[in-house]
T-cell receptor, first 115, second 114 residues
Framework: DTEVTQTPKHLVMGMTNKKSLKCEQH?????MYWYKQKAKKPPELMFV???????INESVPSRFSPECPNSSLLNLHLHALQPEDSALYLC??????????????FGSGTRLTVV | AQSVSQHNHHVILSEAASLELGCNYS??????LFWYVQYPGQHLQLLLK??????LVKGIKGFEAEFIKSKFSFNLRKPSVQWSDTAEYFC????????????FGKGTKLSVKP
């Protein structure tokens, strides 16, 4: 298995809703990431989990809450989002830590629309 | 500040033309360098990577890139593009060894005319 699987692929939510994005990998990778990608822009790092510990939080608003239940799973809990949070949310993993020379494997993303 | 620059926002080529996309990074220390491709509606895929050894690296789909340390550059090349190469191309760099975050350039959109 050489994939990062994200669910759901599409999500529409209201500003008062609570939802979660899920990410799963079975490659034995020890670091997992959440990126946010707006249209025609590069991915921007949100969170890094390295060996199941949150090691970097790039000053993301508290309405985004990451969770890493185990080394294969990564969740992103969403609450009280704003329309400007609409974007493609990408999960990635790497065999070693953030500076892995092997690069990251990315999932297909969750297309989130906040209404 | 650590950064990655991609010189071209949008490149338009005809099939069989040669391609070179520029990428420069700002830091002179240890770096890992990558090119990712994102086809329309699809996820990011790793084209090739460099972290040590031969500065000319070959990737998938006939792409290659050359690391020139003195120029802080890692340009992507392909001798002859195809319509199916139409995509967004991102250069990415991680700095400072194992703890360096992966930072993306702004991307270059490549449109290949059949």
């Amino acid at each position: 298995d050489t994939e990062v699987t994200q669910t759901p692929k599409h999500l529409v939510m209201g500003m008062t809703n609570k939802k979660s994005l899920k990410c799963e990998q079975h490659m034995g990778h020890r670091a997992m990431y959440w990126y946010k990608q707006k249209a025609k822009k590069p991915p921007e790092l949100m969170f890094v989990y390295s060996y199941e510990k949150l090691s970097i939080n790039e000053s993301v608003p508290s309405r985004f809450s990451p969770e890493c239940p185990n080394s294969s799973l990564l969740n992103l809990h969403l609450h009280a989002l704003q329309p400007e949070d609409s974007a493609l949310y990408l999960c990635a993993s790497s065999q070693e830590g953030p500076g892995s020379p092997r690069g990251y494997t990315f999932g297909s993303g969750t297309r989130l629309t906040v209404v | 500040a650590q950064s990655v620059s991609q010189h071209n926002h949008h490149v338009i080529l005809s099939e069989a033309a040669s391609l070179e996309l520029g990428c420069n990074y700002s830091y002179g220390g240890t770096v890992n360098l990558f090119w990712y491709v994102q086809y329309p509606g699809q996820h990011l895929q790793l084209l090739l990577k460099y972290f040590s050894g031969d500065p000319l690296v070959k990737g998938i789909k006939g792409f290659e890139a050359e690391f020139i340390k003195s120029k802080f550059s890692f340009n992507l090349r392909k001798p002859s593009v195809q319509w199916s190469d139409t995509a967004e191309y991102f250069c990415a760099v991680s700095y400072g060894g194992s703890q360096g975050n992966l930072i993306f350039g702004k991307g270059t959109k490549l449109s290949v005319k059949p």
